[in-house]
């Protein structure tokens, strides 16, 4: 049985019997005026032993001759070349408010490529698939979107490329490569700055890529609060800390702990004293009401998470 496509639209069916298809991996690459960055790519992949089942083409509208001949020129290799038909093939427009992109030259027009780059990887993670995303192709926002994207999105396990090719296999155009050519894909560094996956966060979830970009302040905001909370705070104060942030007076914590006032005084004392230190603040700003609040935030995120 075949892994179904993570995007809807049509696909070019399979032409290849008896060939188990079902890979778990997709390349994804931005699409200018030269066809070969998707072949090359793919190959290069092959022999880096990636296994790529399904590769999506995101372009703009078709007007120009040079980006419509490109686009039919993979439209044909994947229909027809042995090597290349038993590879799920599908293309992804562009599309604005106003219809299909066929340049970027307004930043509304910038915020939907945006748009679509995050949707279209956004699915495929969704439905399990490892990216390999190209951003060798297209225009420059095309890249630098697709960039962003990648740092929203991506897990340990994907992959963000760029293809350089020497100069006689550029200008040749050729989709496949000669013995004697040059070229090679280059991993372009994503950062991870959680231990978790987006999936297990939650930013996957989110339906624009706005929404995932709140919620990725949210979370690098956390794992400040976090290192306070590790790393500066005794385990005695940090369980001061969380009653404070359920709204508890001193009074109340004394009670629920079972110490004395006196002891609990000093620790709430020490935890603000720290947060200032912590946070860069002034040594006499008030903080009370943003420690009960920021860390009200972090404990009820942490539990929804855990």
Not at 7 to 15: F, R
Not at 47 to 52: A, N, P, T
Not at 63 to 88: G, H, M, W
Request: glycine share 6%.
């Amino acid at each position: 049985m075949t892994r179904p496509s993570a995007v809807g639209g049509p696909l070019l069916p399979y032409q290849c019997e008896g060939v188990e298809m079902n890979k778990p991996e997709v390349l994804i690459a931005t699409l200018g005026t030269e066809a070969q960055v998707v072949t090359l790519s793919l190959l290069e992949l092959e022999r880096l032993g990636f296994d790529v089942g399904e590769v999506v083409i995101v372009h703009t509208a078709a007007r120009a001759d040079k980006i419509r001949e490109s686009i039919e020129r993979l439209d044909e290799v994947f229909q027809t070349n042995p090597r290349l038909r038993c590879y799920r093939y599908r293309r992804e427009l562009l599309q604005g408010r106003q219809g299909p992109i066929a340049d970027i030259t307004t930043a509304e027009e910038a915020e939907e490529v945006f748009n679509t780059l995050y949707q279209v990887v956004r699915r495929y993670k969704l439905t399990g698939y490892r990216i390999h995303l190209n951003v060798a192709g297209g225009r420059k926002p095309m890249s630098i979107y697709g960039m962003v994207t990648a740092q929203i999105l991506f897990d340990k396990d994907d992959r963000l490329w760029h293809l350089v090719s020497d100069e006689e296999l550029v200008a040749s155009r050729r989709l496949f490569p000669e013995p004697e050519d040059e070229y090679s894909l280059v991993p372009i560094p994503v950062i991870h700055w959680a231990d978790r996956s987006p999936l297990e966060m939650g930013l996957a979830q989110a339906a624009t890529p706005e929404e995932a970009l709140r919620e990725q302040e949210v979370l690098r905001r956390d794992m400040r609060y976090e290192l306070f909370l590790r790393g500066e705070l005794t385990p005695a104060e940090r369980e001061v800390a969380r009653l404070l942030a359920q709204g508890l007076s001193n009074e109340e914590i004394t009670r629920w702990r079972g110490t004395r006032l006196n002891t609990v005084t000093k620790q709430v004392s020490a935890i603000y004293r720290k947060w200032r230190a912590f946070f860069g603040l002034p040594r006499d700003a008030p903080v009370r009401d943003a420690v009960v609040a920021e860390l009200a935030g972090y404990f009820a995120r942490r539990e929804r998470w855990a």
